[in-house]
């Protein structure tokens, strides 16, 4: 598929057509660990990101007059609007009342993962906006041709973001919660920047959950598979308890200890040598990404103390500048993690559908900006300075 006279853009049903090599020259100057090779090969060779789960892979290359590779974009054909985390269902529910077909729709993100980052990767020593600007282009142009009601694209970076609005795609904001590193020493460093109360709180939340069980923070050649026989397990029994879908099976886990085992920080809890409980982190260039977490019993703090004082403490002695904990949760204030902004970038190829979303979005993006800005300001654990 021609872009322009320059550009030769191609689409791929799986990612292993593009290649590690090619695929990793964009995605690995990054630094993200969800947009390179072996995350989202995993996805697709452990069979839940594939057809059959609705998540059809339609990757872009874009290549140069000499077949080059200058970019390439995780980019997939959708039959539903599950495991995304941005929430289009409303927009799919009137648009189908009102006669219109949906599905199928293209997207653009890392599946099942709600992290920011950049979808449209580039090459090094070529131009970020003119090879996005071309990727964006060509995924368009794949929008139309496949019948395809819309593009969208979750969770890019900021500038990514600021390019799609530019080249005409609706723009919308929601938020996440953010533990940010102000060059702590050591988590008590941490505590001390908080208010007394908080301070307090934790340290009893910690000592409550610590209690009568062996923590230990697991990564490279220490994570065995029967640490991802445990993990799996926890994984299944949280989505069975919050009737929720594990969108992941038992071989994504083996094929991620495999491929990425420097990149995953795991955190088991034991009662003795029996693991009952874990929560599964990536290891960026610069954060911590908390992601899956489960348990067998509900012990008090228990989801606090794996979730996000590990985690914090992780980051602290890597040196990582954040932590992010995934999608929902206000109670992750408390625990220092504070409201920061994440984005979507939306292309709705009809005008009836795509006015409508475009006067919500106008009204949705101050609101969250100014939630954003009194949440903070009310429930922030910091003390004032």
């Keep these: 598929m021609s872009t322009d006279a320059d550009f030769i853009l191609k689409v791929h049903g799986r990612i292993h057509q593009i290649g590690r090599d090619a695929w990793d020259v964009c995605a690995a100057p990054t630094g993200d660990p969800f947009v390179g090779y072996d995350f989202l090969d995993a996805c697709e060779d452990a069979g839940c990101a594939v057809e059959a789960q609705g998540w059809g892979p339609r990757h872009l290359s874009l290549h140069g007059p000499d077949d080059a590779v200058l970019g390439v974009m995780p980019l997939y054909l959708k039959g539903h609007s599950q495991g995304e985390y941005v929430f289009d269902h409303a927009w799919a529910d009137a648009y189908e009342r009102a006669g219109g077909r949906y599905y199928p729709?293209?997207?653009?993100?890392?599946?099942?993962?709600?992290?920011?980052?950049?979808?449209?990767?580039?090459?090094?020593?070529?131009?970020?906006?003119?090879?996005?600007?071309?990727?964006?282009?060509?995924?368009?142009?794949?929008?139309?041709?496949?019948?395809?009601?819309?593009?969208?694209?979750n969770f890019p970076d900021v500038g990514q973001w600021r390019l799609m609005g530019e080249q005409g795609l609706l723009l919308r904001q929601d938020m996440q919660y953010v533990w940010r590193n102000d060059a702590y020493a050591g988590f008590d460093d941490f505590l001390a920047a908080l208010s007394s109360s908080r301070r307090k709180t934790i340290r009893r939340e910690r000592r409550e959950a610590q209690t009568g069980l062996d923590i230990r923070v697991l990564t490279g050649g220490d994570i065995t598979e029967a640490h991802w026989d445990a993990f799996h397990a926890f994984y299944l029994d949280t989505g069975d308890r919050k009737w929720g879908r594990p969108y992941l099976n038992r071989a994504f886990f083996s094929l991620i200890g495999e491929r990425m085992s420097d990149r995953i920080a795991l955190v088991m809890a034991f009662d003795g040598e029996r693991p009952i409980a874990g929560a599964l982190n990536f290891i960026g260039r610069d954060a911590c990404y908390g992601r899956q977490w489960g348990t067998l019993e509900d012990r008090p703090f228990l989801h606090f103390e794996l979730c996000y004082y590990q985690a914090i403490e992780f980051a602290i002695a890597r040196g990582l500048s954040r932590v992010e904990a995934g999608a929902q949760g206000e109670h992750k204030m408390a625990r220092g993690y504070l409201p920061t902004p994440v984005y979507s970038a939306h292309h709705i190829a009809d005008p009836l559908l795509r006015e409508p979303v475009a006067n919500y979005l106008d009204q949705e993006r101050p609101a969250v900006a100014a939630e954003i800005e009194a949440m903070t300001a009310e429930y922030s654990p910091f003390r004032s300075t």
């Design 105 to 153: 729709k293209l997207l653009s993100a890392v599946p099942f993962t709600p992290v920011t980052g950049p979808r449209l990767l580039n090459a090094p020593e070529t131009d970020a906006a003119t090879v996005g600007a071309a990727l964006l282009q060509g995924a368009r142009t794949l929008c139309d041709r496949t019948g395809a009601s819309s593009l969208h694209v």
